[in-house]
């Protein structure tokens, strides 16, 4: 073998070795990037799942919200449903209580005390209110009239049309009189 043949085949394997030097550079190079690349959409799928499960805990929450609201609202609407019939009855009642006063027509007060039973097991309830405390809360003051004494100030004298309750809320506020 010759000087040159030698020498070439030297140059050869020195380029053998740049090739495969620079192969395992760049397989060295390119582990790291496949890396991070996977470390890159795993975070990025553990943000998505943190996202996609925040929207879910929202949406949660607003149905849940939805469903109490709506059970309230249905309990309501069953316990005050009757509201506008006993607003209708109020004046009947009114006329009964009348005609009690001015007859005393056992048969008339019968009536009137089965209708009152019947409205009180429906959650109907009249304010006893004379000689209370005013209260704007529950009475409509008609007028105003002088105290006898102090301890008549501020307080219900009269009362010109009862006020009723249903289950607890106002129905018809109390009109009164006021002792001033």
Do not use: C, W
């Not at 002088?146 to 289950?167: F, I, R, S, T």
Request: glycine letters at 4%.
């Amino acid at each position: 073998m010759s000087n040159k043949d030698k020498h070439t085949e030297k140059e050869e394997e020195k380029k053998q070795e740049e090739l495969e030097n620079q192969e395992l550079q760049g397989a060295e190079e390119q582990q790291p990037e496949a890396e991070t690349t996977e470390a890159d959409k795993v975070q990025e799928m553990g943000e998505k799942l943190a996202e996609l499960n925040d929207k879910y805990l929202r949406l949660y929450s607003e149905y849940e919200n939805y469903r109490k609201r709506t059970n309230i609202e249905k309990a309501d609407l069953l316990l005050n449903g009757s509201k506008e019939m006993m607003k209708a009855i109020l004046p009947v009642i009114d006329d009964f209580e009348r005609a009690l006063a001015a007859t005393q027509d056992e048969g008339v007060l019968l009536i009137y005390n089965k209708m009152m039973k019947i409205l009180e097991q429906k959650g109907l309830k009249s304010m006893e209110v004379k000689g209370e405390k005013f209260d704007e809360n529950l009475h409509e003051a008609i007028t105003r009239i002088p105290a006898a004494d102090e301890a008549q100030k501020g307080m219900v004298v009269d009362v010109v049309e009862k006020g009723y309750y249903l289950n607890d809320k106002v129905l018809r506020y109390a009109k009164v009189v006021v002792a001033f």
